[in-house]
T-cell receptor
Framework: TQLLEQSPQFLSIQEGENLTVYCNSSSVFSSLQWYRQEPGEGPVLLVTVVTGGEVKKLKRLTFQFGDARKDSSLHITAAQPGDTGLYLCAGFLRTQGGSEKLVFGKGTKLTVNP | GAVVSQHPSWVICKSGTSVKIECRSLDFQATTMFWYRQFPKQSLMLMATSNEGSKATYEQGVEKDKFLINHASLTLSTLTVTSAHPEDSSFYIC??????????????FGPGTRLTVT
């Protein structure tokens, strides 16, 4: 069972278009992160959202954390070919032992065509 | 920014042999290191959490006798895949954190190691 569901799984758009990627769960997360991963490389952190309802902007990328801290979205405005990549959401779950672990979604593979 | 390296970046080994993967934090001391595995078209799955000077904590379903983890210093953790089989072929990624014990905040990911077992 996938704890974090990302949609869409694949997305191919033209340069200049806007897009939104969703990350949903039935679990509550203490915080959530978005990463971008290139083929054959490790993921690179884009943003961490902590407070329910929080909105963070990173240039043309807007990240939102749901009020109930169960879901998040990534919106890209005027997409460019350089935005092409695998976008992963990951949530922090507190374990019974009190430690935290990061749980990843399957990712959204974005292709922006020139 | 914090840099994490992995070595080797890719390795091919024969079935039944053991392979060691190193994860190093280059410019900071990592109290905690995490090992993930990523199969094609799948998400990263946490295998184990490694704290310097103590035994690693393995996730459910991960064989601790098969995936040996050693975190001997604050800058180095190693993952040894023992008696590797083709089904162990995967992309192994480590991350290093500076947070307090057991907390996953501020993880910095390595570039990954592609393991192929023939």
């Amino acid at each position: 069972t996938q704890l974090l569901e990302q949609s869409p799984q694949f997305l191919s758009i033209q340069e200049g278009e806007n897009l939104t990627v969703y990350c949903n769960s039935s679990s509550v997360f203490s915080s959530l992160q978005w990463y971008r991963q290139e083929p054959g490389e490790g993921p690179v952190l884009l943003v961490t959202v902590v407070t329910g309802g929080e909105v963070k902007k990173l240039k043309r990328l807007t990240f939102q954390f749901g009020d109930a801290r169960k879901d998040s979205s990534l919106h890209i405005t005027a997409a460019q070919p350089g935005d092409t990549g695998l976008y992963l959401c990951a949530g922090f779950l507190r374990t019974q032992g009190g430690s935290e672990k990061l749980v990843f979604g399957k990712g959204t593979k974005l292709t922006v065509n020139p | 920014g914090a840099v994490v390296s992995q070595h080797p970046s890719w390795v091919i080994c024969k079935s039944g042999t053991s392979v060691k993967i190193e994860c190093r934090s280059l410019d900071f001391q990592a109290t905690t290191m995490f090992w993930y595995r990523q199969f094609p078209k799948q998400s990263l799955m946490l295998m184990a959490t490694s704290n310097e000077g103590s035994k690693a904590t393995y996730e459910q379903g991960v064989e601790k006798d098969k995936f040996l983890i050693n975190h001997a210093s604050l800058t180095l953790s190693t993952l040894t895949v023992t008696s590797a089989h083709p089904e162990d072929s995967s992309f192994y990624i480590c991350s290093a954190g500076q947070g307090a014990y057991g907390l996953a905040y501020e993880q910095y990911f390595g570039p990954g190691t592609r393991l192929t077992v023939t």
